[in-house]
């Protein structure tokens, strides 16, 4: 077994590199290796992965910059191993250059041999004493080049968003996007409160403090343990989840006693949010295409004590009200998207992602919400949530289907203070990385007509 955090790093990049899947699914082929290794490399090795996807397309400029081969020939084991090595020179302070030049080329010689070797050596050496030399595209005449390359995002996408936001605004959310988040917990209300949590989790952290919207969440830095050896998330006390994310569930607001369906349940992050909020009574049915997931799932809501949840591995585009026997008071409609909102903690997303994608999923969610809404009773709520930003996956997604559906209509009805300072005109919840400092996810509360008398 690899026991070097730089070596395991590798591994883990070029692995994700050459498959469709996302990080965190390589991240588990490698999961036995990084367990093994002490806190300070498991910290190291973490640091390396994150950090060159946050920073890639800089890393690359540097890289073009020095090599005599173009970086498009250079084959992804010899580039990772270069990307690895100019993370750590130009944003790790604690580690020495010479160390970081050093165990590259020991790498390369064991893995690519000595003449990649020499390669690696010769760009890293002259990077060193370089790079902060080494010209970006200028801000005023190529403003989309100089975001992709500074901050690291598609040129696209750079684009993209400065047609939507503006430079200003656009360089922000991409610096904003760039930045390592909290981690921010749900408390599980089933088990405890909020206050009881916050003060047993300082013990374990640097710093925690409440979430400004989120009812029940926590955020805190540097914990002293992974979070599944610690005492409180084994006895089912909280659940890792961004604060956009309750929010979502909270504008849901399920009510004790309910039939409600999560009708792309995933994981079930949602799924334990709403069953807390019906403490534990009613019956919460959650459904997904993926049945590993589920499986997952039914493990969370054992840990939490959660004993209403049923589960139901299906695809929600071929199924209807037979399928369940009857409507249900509330669905949750959490739908497959791009997830560019998410970029701070899922950096490699952005480079698998394109332009088409976006209009790929939202059509595919202008079916699903319309699926979703065949089974809301009459008088009942239909909440669509996507973790995007983007105005193709949000309101004109939700315009396209009130086009559509004259049986249902925007409920602004919530009754929340938090709600007030996220809401926008059109009576949607908005989140941004650089705005909120949480994930940036869209939400749109919908009400079914009640029969008419």
Same mark, same amino acid.
């Given at each position: ?29 490698? &999961?036995?290796? @990084? ?28 890289? &073009? ?40 080329? %020991? ?24 790079? +902060? ?15 992709? $390359?500074?901050? +690291? ?26 930045? @390592?988040?909290? =981690? ?11 206050? &009881? ?10 710093? @925690? ?17 992974? =979070?599944?050896?610690? /005492? ?41 949010? =709403? ?30 004590? $959660? ?5 139901? +591995? ?18 949750? $409609? ?23 994608? @976006? ?34 996956? %949000? ?13 249902? &209509? ?7 203070? %938090? ?5 926008? /005109? ?28």
């Amino acid at each position: 077994m690899v026991s070097d955090p730089r070596h395991i790093a590798l591994n883990a990049l070029t692995s994700w590199h050459a498959s469709p899947h996302t990080l965190d699914r390589s991240l588990e082929k490698h &999961s036995n290796e @990084i367990s093994a290794l002490t806190k300070k490399d498991k910290n190291l090795c973490n640091a390396l992965i994150f950090g060159v996807l946050r920073h890639r397309n800089f890393l690359d400029h540097i890289i &073009s910059a020095f090599s005599n081969t173009p970086l498009k020939k250079i084959k992804p084991l010899p580039l990772y191993i270069l990307r690895i090595a100019l993370f750590q020179v130009i944003y790790m302070d604690r580690v020495p250059d010479f160390a970081a030049i050093n165990t590259a080329v %020991n790498i390369a010689k064991k893995q690519a041999g000595k003449k990649t070797a020499g390669y690696i050596n010769a760009v890293l050496r002259a990077a060193c004493t370089n790079w +902060s030399k080494v010209d970006l595209p200028d801000k005023a005449k190529k403003p989309d080049a100089y975001l992709s $390359i500074n901050y +690291s995002i598609p040129i696209w996408l750079a684009k993209k968003w400065i047609n939507t936001f503006g430079f200003k605004d656009a360089e922000t959310l991409c610096d904003q996007i760039n930045t @390592i988040p909290e =981690i921010t917990l749900r408390v599980n209300t089933l088990k405890t409160d909020r206050s &009881s949590l916050l003060e047993l989790m300082g013990n374990h952290v640097k710093t @925690i403090e409440t979430t400004p919207y989120a009812d029940q969440g926590l955020c805190f830095t540097s914990p002293d343990m992974p =979070i599944r050896e610690m /005492e409180e998330f084994n006895q089912g006390l909280f659940q890792i989840q961004d604060e956009a994310a309750q929010m979502v569930t909270q504008l849901l607001a399920p009510e004790p006693g309910e039939r409600i369906l999560d009708a792309c349940a995933g994981l079930g992050g949602k799924t334990g949010h =709403i069953a807390q909020m019906m403490k534990n009574k009613g019956t919460l049915t959650a459904v997904d295409v993926e049945a590993e997931k589920l499986n997952t799932l039914t493990l969370e809501a054992k840990r939490l004590g $959660i004993d209403i949840v049923r589960t139901k +591995s299906a695809d929600l585009l071929k199924m209807s009200i037979k399928n369940f026997g009857d409507y249900f008071d509330r669905v949750l $409609i959490d739908a497959p998207c791009t997830g560019l909102g998410v970029l701070r903690r899922n950096p490699d997303t952005k480079y698998k992602r394109t332009k088409k994608d @976006i209009q790929r999923l939202a059509g595919k969610q202008k079916k699903m919400l319309n699926a979703a809404a065949n089974l809301v009773k009459p008088g009942g709520i239909l909440v669509f949530a996507v973790c995007s930003c983007e105005k193709e996956e %949000n309101e004109e997604v939700v315009e396209h289907f009130l086009n559509k559906r004259k049986d249902f &209509s925007i409920d602004k009805d919530v009754q929340s203070d %938090n709600y007030l300072k996220l809401i926008t /005109e059109d009576g949607f919840i908005k989140t941004y990385p650089a705005a909120n400092n949480m994930d940036g996810f869209f939400a749109a509360r919908l009400k079914r007509k009640p029969k008419q008398q």
